[in-house]
């Protein structure tokens, strides 16, 4: 061997190198006496038909790869069989010992031995571990545990939400599990790093209260499924929620046999979005999230680049902060209640009516960097009966164009202008925009105003000022918005007078200060 671990020897080899046996010779590594203690952390080991092999003596293995130039041919175990391997009389004794707590092996699974069988021991791998077929020809050992909650820890998520109401489990490891939080269970699911994916189902059906916290993931790979189910009440307060093996090339026309929403909120269901949360879709053919349910964005980030970020299908959605993404597309589309009093939306807000359902976009706050759209959605030919209401008033900062329209797309493009109130409303009572406010969308009372010194424009009440001369001239007229001064007009002329000012009352006693905000 190249190495030989003797006599009252304790060995611990550690580091990334190699070592390689030379072909038809022996080990990589041997132990040959009962005193002799070896314990390989990592590197990569290569042997002959055995990579390490314990005569006498103790081997614990707790990472590392293994790999054999010559294979078995003893017709006893198969052609891998003795990739790690003891003499068979001193395993069975005890006076050779083999714990694999960790690494990496070649058509050889640790957890189901076949060399020391005839001792009775069918796994090398440690108590608390087991061994995983890689799908490409290797094996390794990892801790059977998967979660903790309580400082006691379980070999599958779901055992541990059983244990854990009112508490906190913690991820221990990645793992593929199809997790289901039942109904009148509170948990916190701490992902520690760790990702969670999917069997065959929903990553994760919440059926009682959720709350994930932590850095890491959860992910779900299966079409038609989502990364959370919820039915229940879900806060979002760490984490990337996402699906990650939508496939190239999707159209929103095609979901190319896998898509599906990131988060789904069911009707009844309560999501709520909280800083250190992100939901990330790839698809262009579902969107990342769809709410049928109630759901309020305080913080964090949604994002879904060329499609839907945010669908409000059937449910009530409120955005108080946080980020929501979609180049190229839409930020929000909403076909019921959506309120938007703050955050920042990098991409269209469509509001949708189909057929007699109405829907309804408030926004009062926040910064939406895309277009803002009433659409009348016409579908197999006929208009909805329901108009589309959006209202922008108080702070509101959109920068991109408004729309009332009517057609099949949310590409304002391919749709028809309409006049606002009537197949569909956008009505402006306040906020600030880059081009001036179309007439027809300014609230009741109110004029678009021209621009303003900051180069943006809003809606404003416009008040008529008028200017007696007092001097056999007809009365000047200068109309003036809200929250503007009156521009001062010349000082009219009148024979054997002199002008004295501009007073407010009949005395001319009270002259007017033309600094003064109408």
């Given at each position: 061997?190249?190495?030989?671990?003797?006599?009252?020897?304790?060995?611990?080899?550690?580091?990334?190198?190699?070592?390689?046996?030379?072909?038809?010779?022996?080990?990589?590594?041997?132990?040959?006496?009962?005193?002799?203690?070896?314990?390989?952390?990592?590197?990569?080991?290569?042997?002959?038909?055995?990579?390490?092999?314990?005569?006498?003596?103790?081997?614990?293995?707790?990472g590392g790869g293994y790999d054999i130039k010559q294979l078995n041919t003893n017709g006893v175990q198969d052609a891998y069989g003795v990739l790690i391997n003891a003499f068979d009389e001193n395993f069975k004794s005890r006076a050779a010992k083999i714990t694999i707590n960790g690494g990496t092996f070649k058509n050889f699974n640790p957890a189901d031995n076949k060399a020391e069988q005839a001792s009775g021991v069918t796994s090398l791998a440690g108590p608390d571990f087991k061994g995983v077929d890689n799908g490409d020809g290797t094996f390794s050992v990892v801790s059977k545990y998967v979660a903790e909650t309580n400082g006691v820890k379980y070999e599958t998520v779901n055992e541990a939400i059983a244990a854990a109401n009112g508490k906190t489990v913690k991820l221990l490891d990645d793992v593929n599990e199809d997790v289901v939080v039942p109904s009148g269970v509170t948990v916190t699911l701490d992902l520690n790093g760790k990702t969670l994916t999917n069997v065959s189902s929903d990553t994760i059906t919440n059926n009682g209260t959720l709350t994930i916290t932590g850095e890491g993931t959860v992910d779900n790979v299966t079409n038609g499924k989502a990364a959370i189910l919820n039915k229940g009440t879900l806060n979002l307060e760490g984490g990337t929620i996402t699906r990650s093996a939508e496939p190239e090339g999707q159209t929103p026309a095609d979901g190319k046999g896998n898509s599906y929403y990131v988060v789904f909120n069911t009707s009844g269901a309560t999501l709520n979005v909280k800083d250190g949360a992100t939901i990330k879709g790839i698809s262009a053919f579902s969107s990342a999230v769809r709410n049928d349910g109630n759901m309020t964005v305080s913080g964090g980030l949604i994002q879904q680049d060329d499609f839907i970020a945010v669908k409000n299908d059937s449910g009530t959605l409120v955005v108080k902060g946080g980020t929501i993404k979609s180049a190229n597309d839409q930020a929000i589309q909403n076909w019921k209640d959506a309120t938007i009093e703050g955050g920042e939306l990098d991409?269209?807000?469509?509001?949708?009516?189909?057929?007699?359902?109405?829907?309804?976009?408030?926004?009062?706050?926040?910064?939406?960097?895309?277009d803002v759209s009433a659409i009348n959605y016409i579908y197999n030919g006929n208009e909805a009966t329901a108009a589309p209401v959006i209202e922008i008033s108080g702070d509101a900062v959109v920068n991109g164009k408004l729309y009332a329209q009517k057609g099949t797309s949310a590409n304002p493009a391919k749709n028809e202008n309409v006049t606002s109130g009537s197949q569909a409303t956008v009505t402006v009572s306040g906020g600030s925009f880059p081009n001036k406010v179309p007439e027809d969308m300014a609230a009741e009372g109110l004029e678009p105003t021209e621009k303003n010194e900051d180069g943006t424009y809003t809606v404003a009440k416009q008040y008529e000022v008028t200017f007696k001369a007092n001097n056999g001239s007809q009365d000047t007229v200068t109309k003036v918005f809200n929250g503007k001064t009156v521009a001062k007009p010349a000082d009219p002329a009148k024979a054997g007078f002199v002008f004295a000012g501009w007073f407010t009352d009949e005395a001319l006693t009270s002259a007017y200060d033309f600094g003064v905000f109408i």
């Open positions: 061997s190249l190495i030989s671990v003797r006599e009252n020897v304790n060995l611990t080899i550690t580091g990334n190198g190699v070592l390689d046996a030379k072909e038809n010779d022996c080990y990589a590594v041997d132990l040959q006496d009962v005193s002799a203690v070896c314990t390989i952390e990592n590197g990569t080991f290569v042997g002959n038909v055995t990579a390490v092999y314990v005569s006498t003596g103790t081997l614990t293995i707790n991409g269209n807000v469509t509001s949708f009516a189909w057929g007699d359902e109405a829907s309804s976009t408030k926004i009062t706050g926040g910064t939406i960097n895309g």
